[in-house]
């Protein structure tokens, strides 16, 4: 099931052209996995300052669909899909008045934060994923939209 967050592009959000400029749309993208963690139960504070593990996006990528412009009320849906035993994967779509707008992915890995070696993910991301994990019906949905565009 998909979690969803809304965010309204503001002015710091865009560039000279007045578009939004292309890494604050993977920020953007990043408060939504934040607050999807902290719906889930999960405690931001020592996510992201736990001494022995961590989660680095290893990989990035956006496909930009249409321009967003400051004032424009983005819906990002946000899918997780588990790739391996110590990664995963999340999908964001960006929406305006339900078009995809956008498209972005962001690779994860668990490593030990002290030898930078490879974990197993741990149970509460594994939970995690469970809770936005990407369905196959859901994804025929989006297909079917994108093929509209």
């Known amino acids: 099931m998909a979690f969803t967050y ?10 000279a052209a007045g578009v939004v400029y ?8 990043h408060e939504a996995y934040e607050v999807s963690l902290a719906a889930s139960g999960i405690n ?19 496909d930009f669909l249409r321009p967003m412009y400051c004032g424009d009320n983005l819906m990002i849906s946000l899918l997780a899909e588990k790739i391996g035993l110590d990664k995963f994967e999340i999908t964001y779509e960006i929406i305006i ?5 956008a498209k972005a992915i962001t690779r994860h890995v668990c490593i030990d934060i ?4 490879k974990l197993e993910l741990p ?24 093929e509209v565009m």
């Open 22 to 29: 292309f890494a604050n749309i993977l920020r953007i993208c």
């Open 6 to 15: 809304y965010y309204t592009v503001r002015f710091q959000d865009t560039d």
């Open 123 to 146: 149970n509460y991301m594994n939970h995690w994923l469970e809770t936005n994990h990407r369905d196959a019906e859901g994804a025929e949905r989006r297909r079917s939209r994108e």
């Open 114 to 117: 002290n030898s930078r070696n």
């Open 97 to 101: 008045d339900e078009v995809v707008v």
């Open 44 to 62: 931001l504070k020592s996510f992201f300052t736990n001494p022995s593990v961590a989660f680095p996006i290893v990989h990035a990528n956006v």
